[in-house]
């Protein structure tokens, strides 16, 4: 790459923006000092030296900035989205990533989705279900790519009487993903129980995932719902919190194990998909390695150290929570099973919350080789 630029810049002027790799042209002007008196050859051979010099050039360019100047705009959540990027993320800032990335990390899915439908992203990591929605929304404009979150929802609290989801008729539980997988499946769980949100149970929800962190280690919260890596987070901060509930267990008990909770996934805005294949593919390839060395147990405390660096996580809290925080990567035939089964639930019990309409069969991305 960096041969190439040199021979770029040798030509041509070439300008990086924070956003993306732009090309500014130049144009050189060749003028012959020559009078009429000089050879009519000697004029024609130099003209044609010129021209030939430049149109090799404008060829050049027109190449070089084609094939290897795109900048893949990523954008992910600081959870376990993020940190299963951490080392592409590294690589990158190295420039010793395939693709060059511009990354944006976010600290909730509202934060990201208008700029994901208005395609300001190639790649977004998203809830599962709001992959659907944007699929509908956009007419089909958005796929998915790869499953990249499952199941990472606890209940915690300090109050040892909680031992099911029947002890927590009466309670206020704060919760976060109003509208995404958290607020779908705490609330599925809820009505098989028996129980009835926001009459049996009191659900009062919160932006951020560490606001409520906070809130919950301070004690300023009795119960919440959480994913990783904040529920380590706060069982690091105050010794009286512990796991009263595993949603994930409740979720395979109330759908007879016939549904995985599928928390998050990876969408590509399908034209970029078409007309970047070879950047695509490179992404995928580079975002599974970057997961399997995140997830790999003898790399946690490299890893973790990644994820701090990323601005994600402290490191600490990493390397507890990386084992808990179910960061896959599920492709092809596989992904499409396991979303099916979780976004019909989903589909069954409130429509809306997949966008009014499960999503046909070209909202799954799928490589080439697959």
């Not at 790799?21 to 130049?26: A, E, I, L, Q, T």
């Not at 992959?131 to 956009?138: F, G």
């Amino acid at each position: 790459m960096k041969r190439i630029m040199a021979l770029f810049c040798a030509t041509w002027f070439l300008m990086f923006s924070v956003g993306g790799c732009v090309g500014n042209d130049s144009s050189q002007t060749e003028s012959s000092t020559a009078t009429e008196s000089s050879a009519e050859n000697s004029q024609t051979e130099e003209s044609s030296v010129v021209e030939q010099s430049m149109a090799e050039s404008s060829s050049e360019e027109s190449s070089l900035v084609e094939s290897s100047n795109y900048v893949v705009k990523v954008a992910a959540l600081k959870g376990p989205t993020g940190m299963g990027l951490a080392k592409l993320i590294d690589e990158n800032a190295a420039g010793e990533s395939q693709n060059q990335y511009d990354f944006t990390l976010a600290s909730s899915a509202d934060e990201i989705l208008a700029n994901i439908i208005q395609g300001d992203f190639d790649i977004a990591a998203v809830p599962t279900n709001v992959a659907s929605i944007l699929y509908n929304k956009t007419e089909g404009r958005i796929q998915m790519a790869a499953i990249n979150t499952l199941g990472v929802l606890y209940v915690l609290s300090a109050d040892d009487s909680i031992q099911s989801i029947a002890d927590l008729a009466g309670k206020t539980v704060y919760s976060t993903g109003q509208g995404a997988v958290p607020e779908i499946a705490f609330n599925y769980i809820l009505e098989q129980n028996g129980l009835t949100p926001g009459e049996d149970v009191t659900i009062e929800y919160r932006s951020e995932h560490s606001e409520l962190a906070a809130l919950m280690a301070s004690g300023e919260a009795e119960i919440a719902v959480l994913p990783q890596p904040f529920v380590t987070s706060v069982l690091n901060q105050n010794e009286n919190v512990h796991v009263v509930l595993d949603l994930t267990e409740e979720w395979n008990q109330v759908t007879n194990g016939e549904s995985d909770l599928t928390m998050g996934c990876i969408v590509v805005q399908k034209s970029f998909a078409e007309e970047h294949p070879e950047e695509m593919a490179a992404f995928m390839k580079e975002y599974q390695a970057s997961v399997e060395y995140v997830t790999a147990e003898a790399n946690l405390e490299d890893a973790a150290a990644l994820i701090e660096k990323a601005d994600i996580i402290q490191a600490a809290v990493a390397q507890k929570a990386l084992p808990e925080c179910n960061i896959v990567f599920i492709t092809g035939e596989e992904m499409e099973n396991i979303s099916n089964g979780f976004l019909q639930v989903i589909f069954d019990s409130e429509p809306t919350l997949v966008g009014g309409a499960l999503p046909n069969e070209d909202f799954y991305y799928q490589l080439a080789a697959e």
